[in-house]
């Protein structure tokens, strides 16, 4: 198993590109999240999933848009990039909401620049 | 608002024993979990803790106050490879994890 994969590793982009960051997991894992990681901030909801063809907002939800067509995939979108959103984006599954300890399964992170 | 503090940064030396606190305030609760993170890695899951009292599990022991939202982890016989950044975590009522910003754990010979 290879459990959560993301892609791309590493991306730079400069303002107003768009891009797609893609999350899979062979866990058949119901709940599906992405977060950012920002120095001296803990992680940051930014939306999540808690079905195929579902999705809702985070924390942290504004220039970004997600979809999940397919169980095991979760695409973060990033319309019109910004340099705030120069961060460390990570992907998680899990598979319940988290009710008795089901913990969240990360992907290696994605390191995005945006110049 | 939702809050989780822990320290910064801690400094121990190998062989010796730390604890790492943390203390919440969240908008329900439904358990805290710890997570270890080696610079540029992923979280990996250490310890889960619902009700209050200890939870051992190895070198690694985890223990919860709820009435004083409260959690500490203990790291026995503390290991080179054991530095890292430690997360605390809160499920609050929405079964949403509100993470702390870590505690960065450097490990001294």
């Known amino acids: 198993n290879a459990g959560v994969t993301q892609t791309p590793k590493f991306r730079v982009l400069k303002t107003g590109q768009s891009m797609t960051l893609l999350c899979a997991q062979d866990m058949n894992h119901e709940y599906m999240y992405w977060y950012r990681q920002d120095p001296g901030m803990g992680l940051r909801l930014i939306h999540y999933s808690v079905g195929e063809g579902t999705t809702a907002k985070g924390e942290v939800p504004d220039g970004y848009n997600v979809s999940r067509l397919k169980k095991q995939n979760f695409l973060l979108g990033l319309e019109s990039a910004a340099p705030s959103q120069t961060s460390v984006y990570f992907c998680a599954s899990a598979g319940t909401s988290g009710e008795g300890g089901d913990t969240q399964y990360f992907g290696p992170g994605t390191r995005l620049t945006v110049l | 608002g939702q809050n989780i503090d822990q320290p910064t940064e801690m400094t121990a030396t190998e062989g010796a024993i730390v604890q790492i606190n943390c203390t919440y305030q969240t908008s329900g609760f439904n358990g805290l979990f710890w997570y270890q993170q080696h610079a540029g890695e992923a979280p990996t899951f250490l310890s889960y803790n619902v009700l209050d009292g200890l939870e051992e599990k190895g070198r690694f022991s985890s223990f919860l106050s709820r009435s004083k939202g409260y959690s500490y982890l203990l790291l026995k016989e503390l290991q080179m490879k054991d530095s890292a950044s430690y997360l605390c975590?809160?499920?609050?009522?929405?079964?949403?994890?509100?993470w702390g910003a870590g505690t960065k754990l450097i490990i001294k010979p």
């Open positions: 975590a809160v499920m609050d009522s929405n079964y949403q994890l509100i």
